[in-house]
């Protein structure tokens, strides 16, 4: 069997990058996705992990509000529920969001566009509880 995602979307914040115990870095970040029908937005998030050199680049690349497509596979689901990662908001609410292994991280913005920050799928004032953890 065989899965492939493509993933347009802009990240939610700044990249996190840490290290295996082996010392192969890993780079984590939320991307934002965005449909718009009629009045209402739908917001859709996925937690990316990228590896290796690719890790690297993106940390050192992206920023929150930068562009990107990712292609990937989902990371296996929760075990217990056989779905997306559920948490709960500092607010109280429940949320879920998705869990991606990038194979390939393409950057869409430029870096005067990362620079601004701005970005065709996120509002400036969106709350980080909104924003998946890590």
Excluded at 56 to 77: A, D, H, I
Excluded at 81 to 88: E, S
């Amino acid at each position: 069997m065989y899965q492939k995602l493509i993933i347009v979307g802009n990240l939610g914040r700044d990249p996190e990058m840490r290290f295996t115990p082996d010392g192969n870095p890993v780079t984590s970040f939320s991307v934002a996705t965005s449909r718009r029908y009629k009045d209402t937005d739908e917001t859709t998030w996925f937690r990316i992990s990228v590896w290796g050199r690719q890790a690297e680049s993106c940390n050192q690349y992206l920023k929150k509000g930068s562009k990107v497509l990712v292609e990937g596979r989902l990371y296996p689901p929760d075990p217990q529920y056989g779905g997306p990662r559920v948490y709960q908001r500092n607010d109280g609410s429940w949320a879920s969001s998705y869990e991606v292994t990038a194979e390939t991280v393409r950057f869409l913005s430029s870096r005067s566009d990362s620079a601004g920050g701005g970005s065709d799928y996120m509002d400036d004032s969106m709350d980080d509880d909104e924003i998946p953890p890590f």
